[in-house]
């Protein structure tokens, strides 16, 4: 008895940070919407002042943000993460989410990355939130994002010297995490101020680059080592969020520079704001085709365009039109072309409206497997 009276004795007496320890932090759901704002010189300081606060009253509102979680049935590749049940956009890129029990894991992604565009799962995936957090604890991540490319899409290949021009090039980012839970006091913003805990996540991603010859269809070549050590090899990042209780974003994201020593960017939570600019929708049309390379039929998402007749066109590097496929476009919708009957090589494919104006212009490697 005396020592369960000493237990509760302990867990209610004022100044033992019992509950800070443990935070639960709310998980983002379908219709939430998040407002940041990023500061990309930030004059803050990460050490603690003597009253167990991190002042933070000196960030600028610069860039300011809302990221909207949609339902993923309405995204360009909900069909393609079966499992995913919301996810956002941002840069024009979706990121698509599954929501466990307390967890959200980010499971793929279709848009652009690095400079190419792409669709690609997460093997198996990477972790977006976690909810039940403590002083002290840590977990780990180890997932990989990889996809392919035609290779004039790589400019460095013509910098390699190579005997034959590759058909496609395969990128594979291997990204590993560590992250601590490894302090906890308040956070001061000039309105408020939040009860918080500090992540610490130590990140690494390797690159690797693999091509496919012509001539031999069934095997990737790694050259990773042919190409320059600042485009590929290890990247490190240090990375602190400050989460505080029934929060959905992080209160305060800091990047560190690569030694860890200065803050270069901070994105911290903000109020609702009529100047934040909406990721989701900033482009409202869509015109992507897959896969790519193909080599038989190429699946097209068309989305945003008005109601209209129109057609995809195929054309050769010489701007020859190769093939003129007719669409009677309602609404968004998904049309197919097929390439089997072309030689191997690279074609551009044009969406094109009814007064024969082109909207849109893509590029697609033709392979023959």
């Known amino acids: ?15 033992i940070i019992l509950s800070q320890s443990y935070t639960k932090r709310s998980l983002v759901e379908v219709g939430d919407v998040l407002y940041t704002a990023t500061d990309n010189s930030p004059r803050i300081n990460l050490k603690k002042n003597k009253d167990n606060h991190w002042d933070f009253r000196r960030l600028q ?161 790694d050259i990773t080592e042919k190409i320059p050590s600042k485009k590929t090899g290890n990247k490190k990042e240090i990375i602190y969020e400050f989460i505080a209780s029934n929060e959905k974003e992080p209160i305060v994201h800091i990047l560190m520079d690569k030694k860890g020593e200065r803050p270069v960017s901070a994105t911290f939570k903000i109020e609702p704001s009529e100047n934040a600019t909406n990721s989701a929708h900033k482009d409202k049309t869509l015109f992507v085709g897959l896969p790519n390379p193909a080599y038989g039929d190429v699946r097209v998402d068309v989305r945003g365009f008005p109601q209209d007749n129109y057609s995809i066109d195929l054309y050769n590097l010489t701007g020859k039109l190769i093939q003129s496929n007719p669409y009677e476009i309602q609404r968004d919708t998904t049309v197919t072309f097929n390439v089997s009957s072309l030689p191997r090589g690279t074609y551009f494919y044009a969406l094109v409206n009814g007064k024969g104006e082109t909207l849109r212009t893509k590029r697609i490697m033709v392979i023959k497997p």
């Open 1 to 15: 008895m005396v020592r369960l009276l000493f237990f509760y004795f302990y867990c209610l007496m004022p100044g």
């Open 61 to 221: 509102s610069g860039q300011e943000e809302m990221t909207v979680f949609l339902p993923a049935s309405e995204g360009m590749a909900g069909g393609m993460f079966p499992s995913a049940d919301m996810y956002y956009i941002k840069n024009g890129t979706e990121y698509y989410l599954e929501t466990k029990r307390d967890e959200i894991r980010e499971i793929g992604i279709i848009g652009e990355m690095d400079g190419f565009s792409i669709i690609a799962p997460y093997s198996p995936y990477g972790i977006y939130q976690k909810s039940k957090l403590k002083l002290n604890s840590s977990y780990s991540e180890e997932y990989e994002i990889s996809f392919i490319s035609t290779a004039d899409q790589f400019a460095l290949l013509d910098d390699l010297d190579l005997p034959i021009m590759p058909d496609s090039v395969r990128m594979i980012k291997k990204i590993k995490s560590r992250t601590v839970v490894d302090d906890q006091g308040e956070v001061l913003f000039p309105r408020n101020a939040y009860e918080v805990i500090r992540l610490k996540k130590i990140k690494t991603t390797e690159i690797k680059i693999e091509i496919l010859l012509p001539d031999v269809f069934s095997k990737w070549i």
